[in-house]
């Protein structure tokens, strides 16, 4: 793919923030973005590299009014040689292509995709900080654009990727966090769009969420939506329970992202030395099992937090606290373990690790 680019002059780019650990999540942006065009029976054209500027739609573009847009969340690290990682997005591309289909838009090849990010990455990289527990995250999306009314897919979409230099997702850092659960709201239904990652899913979470936060909780802890029984996971991240020695986490089923974090946490378990265990968790076996000390640490992971521990866990208006409000063993092993990885200073034997060139 030829990608056009429109480039800055050098005096006229954007001044780099002197702490990057610092920065709010997701509230800055870097001087370049990607776009690519789609018109249907013309396939993905128009491939450019051009200045972060806004978007041009019509009022009656489809994204506004029926909500087709898919998006993705990733990571770009510098290592101390220097190098430009990512961590594992072919992952990243093969769930985008998920949540495209399942949204009825048009998949994108995972060559393009990767090619994408790669010329905007080795463009931007420096904006990537070199402060371990900062990174440069990358937003990938697709939205539709046709401007035209009517419950039906999109005949044009507009593929972009822009960039925004990141602290800690949470204000808490790597300290645990607290959550609250939700048996009034509902997620995601069987059978709906819950393991797609698609911005209606989260729009639905934003009333529970700022209830959450108004009763002093970093984030929300979802039921399943038939019976407010079963966990399933948290607004920003999966969810992982150790209990009895196990690690156990929510099993998917349709209602819950597939996290690449996830994913990489239960490949690791085995050679980490603790037994992973994917099944459906009622919430009140999460509540005995804190209460006769048979679950030892709550964490969740996710590509935002990479891991983050739990210390309280708040249910129908009792707090119950998770090992005493201090960050677990397994939680900071497995952090320890991934953050090592995306920075380049643990050997990469699993192929996860990928060196923009």
Known sequence: MKIHLELIAQEKLKPLFSDPLKLPFGRYFTDYMFTMKYSQGQDWKNPCIKPYQPLVLEPSANVFHYSQEVFEGQKAYQSKKGEILMFRPLENARRFNRSLKRLCMPEIDENIFLQAECELLKLEKRWIPTQKGASLYIRPAVIG??????????????????????????????????????????????????????????????????????????????????????????????????????????????????????????????????????????????????????????????????????????????????NDKRTGTWAQTFFDTLIGLQYGEIPDKYGWVYQVK
């Open 145 to 322: 654009t046709e401007p035209a009314l009517g419950i039906k897919a999109s005949n044009e979409y507009l593929f972009f990727i822009i960039l925004s230099p990141v602290g800690p997702y949470f204000k808490e850092g790597f300290n645990p966090v607290s959550l609250w659960v939700s048996d009034t709201y509902s997620r995601a239904g069987c059978g709906g769009t819950g393991e797609a990652k698609t911005g209606g899913n989260y729009a639905g979470s934003l009333l529970a969420t700022r209830e959450a936060m108004q009763k002093g909780y970093s984030q929300v802890l979802w039921l399943d939506a038939g019976e407010h029984h079963f966990v399933e996971e948290v607004g920003a991240m999966n969810i992982f329970f150790v209990l009895d020695g196990k690690l156990v986490t929510p099993a998917l089923g349709g209602t819950i992202l597939h996290g690449i974090t996830r994913k990489s946490v239960l490949e690791l378990a085995p050679e980490l030395g603790i037994q992973a265990e994917e099944r459906k968790i009622a919430i009140e076996e999460v509540i005995d099992g804190i209460q006769t000390g048979k679950l030892s640490e709550i964490f969740g992971a996710g590509t935002a937090a990479v891991i983050s521990p739990v210390g309280k866990i708040g249910y129908q208006g009792k707090d119950y606290i998770v």
